[in-house]
Nanobody, 127 residues
């Protein structure tokens, strides 16, 4: 199993941008599909974005589509979430997650599909 560590969160004004990174260690990074999820105070964890093991299949939650971009760098064993045009509603703790799959499996937005999780990274968007 891979271990995941997020970085890049913080405080940003509405309309601004941030890039989250999630570095993996242990395991073979290229064997894993990856996802980003978030949890706002008092709310359930929700899907943000996912990328398949091949990198060809991308999926986004409706609330972030067109503003966020997920990408992966297998050489650096890192998955990224580029967030633009941030809104106060984007305030949450963001988690990266990994699931080991075969190459042909598409990305997943289902929390229970992911076995490996990072510790979470807080993003606060001020109005």
């Amino acid at each position: 199993q891979v271990q995941l560590v997020e970085s890049g969160g913080g405080l940003v004004q509405a309309g601004g941008s941030l890039r989250l990174s999630c570095a993996a260690s242990g395991g073979t990074f290229s064997y894993y599909g990856l996802g980003w999820f978030r949890q706002a105070p008092g709310k359930e964890r929700e899907f943000v974005a996912a990328i398949s093991r091949s990198g060809r299949d991308l999926d986004y939650g409706d609330s972030v589509k067109g503003r966020f971009t997920i990408s992966r760098d297998n050489d650096k064993k890192t998955v990224y979430l580029q967030m633009s045009t941030l809104k106060p509603d984007d305030t949450a703790v963001y988690y990266c997650a990994a699931r080991r799959t075969i190459l042909s499996v598409p990305s997943s937005r289902t929390i229970d599909d992911y076995a490996c999780w990072g510790q979470g990274n807080r993003v606060t968007v001020s109005s």
